[in-house]
C-alpha cells in the first residue's frame, strides 16, 4: 500500500508538472506571438516612414487633423458658389457659374477624400493600425484629386484667359515647397506648406468665380 500511494504521488508530481509545462509553453507562444506583432508593425512603420504618399502618417495626431481641416476652406468657397447659382444669368456662357459651382465640388471632395486617407484618419479620427488604407487606395484617391485639379485649371484658363497663371503664381510656389519637403521626409513642413496651399488656392479660387453676374447686381434698363 505505501507503494501505491508513493507511486500516486508520483504520478500526481507528474501532471502537475505537466500542467506546469503547458502553462509556460502557453506563456512562450504569447510572448512570441506579441514579438512578431510588435515587429510587423515596426516594419510597417519603418516603410511608412521612407514612403513619400504616406509619410504624413508619422505625424501626431494633432498635427494630421490641422492640415486635414485646411481643406475645409474649399467646401466654403463651394458652398459660396453653389448658393449664387440661384440667382445666376450666366448658365448659358462659356463660363457659366454652374460649372464653377461643380468643380470647386468636385475638388473640395477629391482633396478632402485623398487627405482623409494619407492621414490615416477613421471613425475615431485615429486609426489604431499602422496602415487602414492602402497604399493603392490613397495613391488612387491622389491622381483623382490632382486630376480634378488639373481639369479645373484647364477650364479656368479657357475661360478667364492665360493670366489666372499668374494669379495662381503664389500658390503653386507653396504646391512646389511642399513636393520637395515631402521628398526630403520633412513632413511637418509639408503639412505646413502644403496646408497654407489649401488656403492660398482656396481664395484664389473664390477671387475668380466671384465674378459672374448675378440677378442682383445687373441693372436692367427699360
Not at 463651394?78 to 457659374?97: G, K, M, N, W
Not at 494669379?167 to 515631402?182: D, E, Q, R, W, Y
Request: with cysteine; charged share 15%; proline share 2%.
Amino acid at each position: 500500500r505505501m507503494g501505491f500511494f508513493s507511486a500516486s504521488g508520483a504520478g500526481g508530481d507528474v501532471r502537475e508538472n505537466g500542467g506546469g509545462v503547458d502553462a509556460e509553453l502557453g506563456l512562450e507562444v504569447l510572448a512570441v506571438g506579441g514579438e512578431s506583432l510588435l515587429a510587423n508593425e515596426k516594419n510597417e512603420k519603418n516603410k511608412i516612414s521612407g514612403d513619400h504618399l504616406l509619410g504624413i502618417r508619422r505625424l501626431s495626431l494633432n498635427w494630421r487633423i490641422i492640415f486635414f481641416l485646411t481643406n475645409v476652406p474649399y467646401w466654403m468657397v463651394a458652398y459660396s458658389a453653389i448658393s449664387r447659382t440661384f440667382t445666376s444669368t450666366d448658365y448659358l456662357s462659356r463660363c457659366s457659374l454652374e460649372a464653377s459651382a461643380f468643380f470647386l465640388t468636385l475638388i473640395a471632395g477629391l482633396s478632402t477624400a485623398f487627405h482623409f486617407s494619407q492621414c490615416n484618419l477613421g471613425p475615431e479620427l485615429s486609426c489604431h493600425q499602422p496602415s487602414c488604407y492602402s497604399r493603392k487606395s490613397v495613391l488612387c484617391l491622389k491622381r483623382c484629386d490632382v486630376s480634378g485639379a488639373f481639369a479645373f485649371g484647364g477650364y479656368l484658363l479657357l475661360c478667364k484667359g492665360v493670366h489666372v497663371a499668374f494669379v495662381f503664381l503664389i500658390p503653386i510656389l507653396l504646391l512646389i515647397g511642399s513636393i520637395a519637403a515631402k521628398k526630403t521626409n520633412n513632413f511637418k513642413w509639408y503639412a505646413v506648406l502644403h496646408g497654407i496651399w489649401h488656403l492660398a488656392g482656396a481664395y484664389v479660387l473664390y477671387v475668380l468665380t466671384n465674378d459672374a453676374p448675378t440677378r442682383r447686381n445687373i441693372t436692367y434698363s427699360v
